[in-house]
């Protein structure tokens, strides 16, 4: 036995000797080999073997270099953060798409705005009073059904005399099969049966809606037959009557929008709505656009050359991107199986040598939720570049869609860049003190949650009926949103002043509640908790302790020592592992 010891104190002792760098040249992994060594000489090797040592020392050198950082893989084997690298590129490259779609998005905003309020002026009677957005107009009420008619029929004459009464680009959609023009399509809507009489308080209906549509055709007559023509379609009595919608199909090519001229079909709706069956129609008109193939034989010369690359360009800007997350991608499915694969060699190594298994702080060791997070983005970012190339192709028209996933793939990558920062001391006391604020914070805004619904819920059945700012659960949260932040704190006091003397008095004391608890309360309880967080992050870093520790409470037989922190690039010496002797 004193044979067999003396051999393999030598034996590690000649590996102690060994020059670090030289053997680091040899074996990415012999990282601790002295600190191993002299663990080794002062251990109790009864009943252990060479091979055991041998594999241990292993493991350590290969978990030792697995919780390396990228800036210490480089300083100790010069081996470049190529995620970064790719990560740096990739969010370059996403920036500049994102800056050119909202180029178009704004560009294409701002033309169906044109074309709403120039075919709204041309189409609806009294066009323009509220404008709401680019798509959708709302004017003054109408109270009487010879009005009603009226409208209809102003609108009818108007859009058959649209290609000769307008300076705009406009023509008529026709029937792929009869190449007749498309007549517009007016559709009635009301109730089921409605049969009521208020002298004697007595009525039957249906509420059920059932809508009946007619095509109207009023070329080449005035306005008054064209008047009479609606009339004879508009119901007899307006008693269950509830809308009224005059659907018109046109052609148009937007000569501003692209880098060519792009075909489209529109399709405008002048909508008359009783609203709250109160006898008070509201006029709506909304316009909505499809792209459409051009003819293949229509030209087209830009005065720039700028604009004949442009569109080749982005084709080419959009097969970078994808190539860039495809590489990034690898790159983190590759980092997770490693990953997986050394946590599933620790725990056979426990299980063979020490017979137990890894510990829940041993195993989330192991998780690294930037990777899983970088996969999501990189996702995200394959499925608004798909979109986008659908979009620029004309295959699909969901604008909003493509914008929404485009932002959150930005932001995501973006974000991902905290990943890199938290690398270096000064940013990583911000993300750490994140990671331990946002724990409390969230159990705080949990239990206030119950505090800040209780007052929504009882602001909006009392305030509802009297302003706007409440009508709803969704816009009572946003007002009330706004008030803890200090936004139209005056505007709201002066919306409820209402003749009620209840509902006046109430209201200040509500407000004043509720701003006094949640503005001067919890809003100063959450940067206190950020405020304690981020001394504590200050403190950890100054100390050399990381958001997580590898040494002696994690894997202490392995008695790694290595602190993931920026402050610490080396190992760090601690008492040696004793195993208990066996008898």
């Known amino acids: ?17 060994r020059d670090y760098t030289e053997s680091h040249s040899e074996d990415d992994d012999a990282l601790l080999l002295d600190d191993e060594s002299s663990s080794i000489a002062h251990a109790p090797t009864f009943g252990r073997s060479t091979t055991f040592f041998n594999q241990r020392q292993q493991l350590r050198n290969e978990l030792t270099n697995f919780f390396m950082d990228p800036f210490e893989k480089f300083q100790s084997r010069g ?34 705005n044109a074309y709403t309020r120039n075919l709204g002026y041309i189409l609806i009677k009294d066009f323009g009073s509220t404008i709401t957005d680019s798509t959708t107009a709302i004017n003054p009420k109408i109270h009487k059904d010879s009005e009603l008619a009226e409208y209809v029929a102003f609108t009818l004459v108007n859009y058959f005399n649209l290609t000769e009464t307008s300076i705009g680009i406009y023509g008529f ?33 249906v509420e059920r809606e059932s809508t009946t549509c007619f ?17 004879d379609l508009l119901p007899d009595s ?7 919608n005059v659907t018109m199909r046109i052609r148009s090519i937007f000569l501003s929008v692209k880098a060519h001229p792009t075909c489209v079909q529109l399709t405008a709706v002048s909508s008359l709505v009783n609203t709250a069956m109160s006898g008070g129609v509201v006029s709506l008109f909304s316009l909505t656009y499809k792209d459409v193939e051009c003819n293949e034989t229509s030209k087209y010369k830009p005065a720039s050359h700028l604009h004949l690359h442009e ?48 510990t829940w702080s041993e195993t989330t060791c192991f998780f690294n939720y930037w990777d899983v997070y970088g996969l999501l983005a990189d996702g995200i970012t394959f499925v608004s570049i798909i979109f986008k190339v659908l979009l620029d192709s004309g295959t699909d028209r969901h604008l909003d869609i493509t914008a929404v996933l485009i932002g959150t793939s930005v932001a995501m990558n973006f974000v991902l860049g905290l990943r890199f920062l938290s690398f270096e001391k000064g940013y990583y006391i911000l993300v750490l003190t994140i990671n331990m604020a946002l724990p409390n914070i969230m159990r705080f805004l949990v239990a206030i949650m119950a505090i800040y619904f209780g007052f929504v819920f009882c602001g909006w059945v009392v305030f509802g009926p009297y302003t706007w700012k409440f009508n709803s659960i969704i816009q009572t949260t946003q007002t009330l949103f706004a008030l803890i932040n200090g936004d139209e704190i005056l505007d709201t006091f002066g919306q409820i002043d209402d003749e009620n003397a209840l509902i006046r008095y109430f209201s200040k004391f509500y407000f004043y509640i509720m701003i006094l608890l949640f503005t001067y309360v919890v809003l100063s309880v959450i940067i206190s908790l950020i405020g304690d967080a981020m001394v504590i992050a200050q403190n950890s870093v100054k100390t050399g302790m990381g958001d997580w520790i590898v040494g002696a409470e994690v894997f202490p037989e392995l008695q790694l020592g290595y602190q993931n922190s920026p402050t610490t690039t080396v190992a760090t010496e601690i008492p040696p592992y004793q195993p208990a002797a066996t008898m």
């Open 79 to 112: 081996r470049l953060p190529w995620k970064l690298f790719w990560h740096i590129i990739k969010v370059a490259f996403l920036t500049v798409a994102l800056f050119l779609f909202g180029q178009d998005k704004f560009q294409l905003r701002s033309v169906l």
């Open 238 to 244: 307006y008693d269950g009557f509830i809308s009224l």
């Open 1 to 17: 036995m004193n044979v067999e010891m003396a051999n393999l104190v030598r034996f590690h002792g000649n590996i102690q000797q």
């Open 173 to 205: 959609n026709t029937d792929p099969l009869t190449n007749m023009t498309l007549l517009p399509e007016l559709c009635i809507s009301q109730y089921e049966r409605a049969d009521i009489d208020v002298a004697t308080w007595k009525f039957d209906i």
């Open 311 to 358: 569109s080749g360009g982005q084709i080419i800007m959009d097969g970078i991107i994808f190539l860039l997350c495809s590489i990034t991608s690898f790159l983190y499915v590759k980092r997770l199986n490693k990953t997986y694969q050394l946590y599933r060699k620790t725990r056979s190594f426990y299980m063979i040598h020490y017979n137990r298994h890894l």
């Open 215 to 231: 095509t109207v055709n009023c070329t080449g007559m005035s306005q008054r037959e064209c008047q009479d023509r609606v009339a």
